[in-house]
């Protein structure tokens, strides 16, 4: 077997290999020769600069490279017949992911996906006890690693439980809502979702790698109980209603009809109307058995109990998430610029024969909406364009009202500035918008409005709503 890329994550996969004593761990391979070397002499075994130099007896390969070289270093396996065990994710997008799920079948190759905490013996124990999941909630934060930053808290930790979730449910979830926040780097440092299960199940999964303290939880009420899981600890925590309880709820009326003190009762709840049951799962390592599940499959030539099926499904979910997220910037104050730049597709203006037409439309609708009264007889609208869309001249468009008093007031005119540093908020989607008024105003509710729709402006009082 050999391990590409020996990184954070890598050099512990090496030295778990080269611990087996049915493996041979006959090279690593990373770019950086001083890292490589110093994995390589460690775990006893050869180190190559690239994926080409390894010998051509590799029965299987571990990929742990940063996730944007998923695909390629995959991929050279796979079109071999090579087992291939990739990190989580799977790869960076999920186009990527289905790739190599085709790639591997298209070989009949095993195609296994690094979700470790499939592995975990408290997740194992909490599975057995839970019964159908109702409702799940799961809590996983970290301090910054400063490793994996080339990919969000959505793809590094969420994913985790995501895979976990679509384990104990065996569904696609019907609807996602989510919220992200930017604090350190360049991706969502936190990231919080709601899943609606088909059956009906609710699931609340909270990810960040901006907490001072790593806490890795789940709470899962089901049909059999609530289950409380720590997967750090493998403290496993069941209860759930016994005796006369579990079948007959009117039951606490009658004590506390009988009691003369009824706040006394809450001491004997847990233990003696509510079994509780707790668990220390084994403390095996959770790396060496997927690793021994993945050798095992090879062997076997058995399905992993993570296949490359499984990883595109937990993809997609991720994918679901990162489509919904409403995302906030701590590092501007303001919406991130993804969730911007996708606002401001819509507002691109039309660039056919037909623009010149369709802006005096514009103009005169907006110009009619327009209060009469001084200082409201005339009216001037400039439509700007950043720069990537600015025309060579300016367009300028002119209207007038004949109703009210005064004379002409060309100073007085509206400026619909489509620039991304107008920061504007959809009532409904939150969305930084790429329009703006010189004085406040709100958009209309429904999403996706384009620079055509200015003619919803109305003013009153002077102030554009």
């Given at each position: ?7 954070s994550l890598g050099q512990h996969h090496a030295a778990k290999l080269s611990a087996f004593e049915d493996v041979d761990l006959v090279g690593v391979v990373d770019p950086g020769e001083s890292q490589g070397r110093t994995v390589a002499e460690r775990v006893g075994t050869d180190w190559f600069r690239d994926v080409d130099s390894l010998p051509a007896d590799i029965h299987a390969v571990v990929v742990a490279t940063p996730t944007r070289f998923h695909l390629d270093a995959a ?174 709820p009117q039951l606490v009326h009658a004590l506390i009809a009988a009691t003369s003190d009824p706040r006394t009762l809450k001491d004997r709840v847990f233990g003696e109307w509510i079994e509780v049951q707790t668990i220390t799962a084994s403390s095996d390592d959770a790396m060496s058995l ?176």
């Amino acid at each position: 077997m050999a391990v590409v890329g020996v990184g954070s994550l890598g050099q512990h996969h090496a030295a778990k290999l080269s611990a087996f004593e049915d493996v041979d761990l006959v090279g690593v391979v990373d770019p950086g020769e001083s890292q490589g070397r110093t994995v390589a002499e460690r775990v006893g075994t050869d180190w190559f600069r690239d994926v080409d130099s390894l010998p051509a007896d590799i029965h299987a390969v571990v990929v742990a490279t940063p996730t944007r070289f998923h695909l390629d270093a995959a991929t050279h396996f796979l079109t071999q017949g090579i087992p291939t065990f990739v990190e989580k994710p799977l790869a960076s997008t999920l186009s990527d992911a289905e790739k190599l799920v085709r790639l591997a079948d298209r070989h009949n190759c095993i195609l296994q996906v690094g979700h470790i905490e499939r592995f975990n013996p408290a997740f194992d124990a909490a599975r057995e006890l839970c019964g159908t999941p109702l409702y799940i909630r799961c809590q996983r934060v970290s301090p910054y690693t400063f490793r994996s930053t080339d990919i969000g808290v959505v793809h590094d930790l969420m994913i985790h439980d995501i895979d976990l979730v679509l384990d104990l449910t065996g569904q696609m979830p019907t609807s996602v809502e989510a919220f992200g926040a930017v604090g350190i780097g360049p991706h969502e440092d936190m990231a919080v979702a709601r899943l609606k299960m088909p059956s009906g199940t609710f699931v609340d999964i909270t990810s960040s790698r901006m907490c001072p303290a790593a806490e890795r939880t789940m709470v899962i009420w089901g049909t059999e109980g609530c289950v409380e899981v720590d997967l750090q600890s493998r403290q496993v925590h069941h209860w759930a209603p016994k005796g006369q309880f579990a079948s007959n709820p009117q039951l606490v009326h009658a004590l506390i009809a009988a009691t003369s003190d009824p706040r006394t009762l809450k001491d004997r709840v847990f233990g003696e109307w509510i079994e509780v049951q707790t668990i220390t799962a084994s403390s095996d390592d959770a790396m060496s058995l997927e690793l021994r599940d993945f050798i095992d499959s090879v062997r076997s030539e058995g399905s992993p109990r993570v296949s490359g099926r499984e990883g595109v499904a937990a993809m997609q979910v991720a994918e679901q998430v990162l489509s919904s997220l409403r995302l906030w910037s701590y590092q501007t104050s303001a919406l991130a610029a993804q969730t911007k730049r996708a606002a401001w597709q819509g507002f691109r203006p039309a660039r056919d024969a037909s623009w010149e037409q369709e802006g005096e439309e514009r103009r005169n609708r907006f110009c009619d909406s327009l209060p009469t009264g001084e200082g409201r007889d005339s009216c001037r609208a400039t439509i700007l364009f950043p720069a990537r869309e600015q025309p060579k001249r300016e367009r300028s468009v002119r209207g007038r009202r004949t109703a009210g008093r005064g004379g002409p007031a060309e100073k007085r005119f509206w400026s619909l500035n489509p620039m991304p540093e107008a920061r504007l908020i959809t009532a409904r989607t939150g969305l930084a918008c790429g329009i703006g008024f010189n004085n406040s105003f709100s958009l209309p509710e429904k999403a996706g409005t384009t620079a055509r729709s200015v003619s919803n402006v109305s003013v009153s009082a002077g102030k554009a709503t």
